[in-house]
């Protein structure tokens, strides 16, 4: 079913056709911000401190946060998106300022120590000097990847892009036997979910979240879940009452199929 809208702006008429799911009243807001994750919710935000509230967001579930997320296991708070705060970088993450604020558990990752919990295929552990070296090998990798990722990525590189996996080759050091892929797991595949054959390098270093944000790691282990930093920004501008929005802009299992923009003086 098609609904229609208009919106005047400077003697311009902006009919929305959308397709709903539902029948509601032709709406008359001059922004429709579609999905209601944290860039959703932010660009709200930012809309609202600028001044402007005449906006709607639409949700296609039937709650915000969108990756953000967490589930239940045996009566345990588990996230099933992200889990993890950075800091330690050149600029604050105003996702780990939150959690701070409201007191969200945290747990320090300490990578550094994975040299020490690297276990042998046959059994016990790799000695913390030969893990030490590995890492070192891989750390000159990500370096040499993203070195070149910042060639490609520049005017001179186009539309050019190499896997992270031929970066590697490039570097002639490519990850071989237990030890190393382990290691290269845990730079790449884990953080990627995806093999390095298919990580764009270009997409993909410098890293632009542990660039900005840091790395030292903070995993989320809070039964409230991570998705209370979404909740306490949207409180923050959306009406809401006891912790559930109310607000009328945002609605929720809204799935936005098409958007089809006419416009007519
Ligand atoms: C397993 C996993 C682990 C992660 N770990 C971390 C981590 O440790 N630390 C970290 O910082 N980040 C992590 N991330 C990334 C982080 O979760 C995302 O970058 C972030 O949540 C994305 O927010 P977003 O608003 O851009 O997108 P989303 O959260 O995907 O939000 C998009 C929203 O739009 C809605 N939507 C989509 N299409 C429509 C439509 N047509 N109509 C209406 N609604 C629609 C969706 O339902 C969704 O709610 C992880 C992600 C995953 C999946
Ligand atoms: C590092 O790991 C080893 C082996 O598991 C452990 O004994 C040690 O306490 C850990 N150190 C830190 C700082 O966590
Ligand atoms: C990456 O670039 C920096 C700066 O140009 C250089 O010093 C460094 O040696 C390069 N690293 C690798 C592994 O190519």
Partial sequence: MKVSCSVVVFALV???FLVTGSRSPPPSDSVIIIGAGMSGIMAAKTLEEAGYKDYIILEADSRIG????????????????ANWLF??????SPAHEIAKKIK????????????????????GL????????????????????????????SKKGGDDDISILGSQRLFKQVPKGPLDLAVDYFYNDFEEAEPTRISSLKNTFPR????DFGEDSYFVADPRGFETVVH????????????????????????????????SI
């Fill in 87 to 92: 800091s330690g970088g050149p600029k604050s």
């Fill in 126 to 153: 790799y000695e913390k000097h030969v893990v030490e070296s590995a890492f070192k090998v891989a750390d000159a990798r990500q370096e040499f990847g993203t070195n070149l990722s910042k060639i490609l990525s």
């Fill in 208 to 211: 632009q979240l542990m660039e």
């Fill in 14 to 16: 902006f009919h929305f």
């Fill in 104 to 123: 969200l558990r945290t747990l320090y990752s300490d990578y550094g120590n994975l040299s020490s919990n690297i276990y042998k295929q046959g059994g």
């Fill in 66 to 81: 969108g990756r953000v997320h967490k589930g239940q296991v045996d009566g345990n708070t588990v996230e099933m998106g």
């Fill in 232 to 263: 306490y920004i949207a409180n923050q501008f959306l009406s809401h009452n006891n912790n559930k929005i109310t607000d009328p802009r945002l609605q929720l299992k809204k799935v936005r199929d098409s958007i089809f923009i006419s416009y």
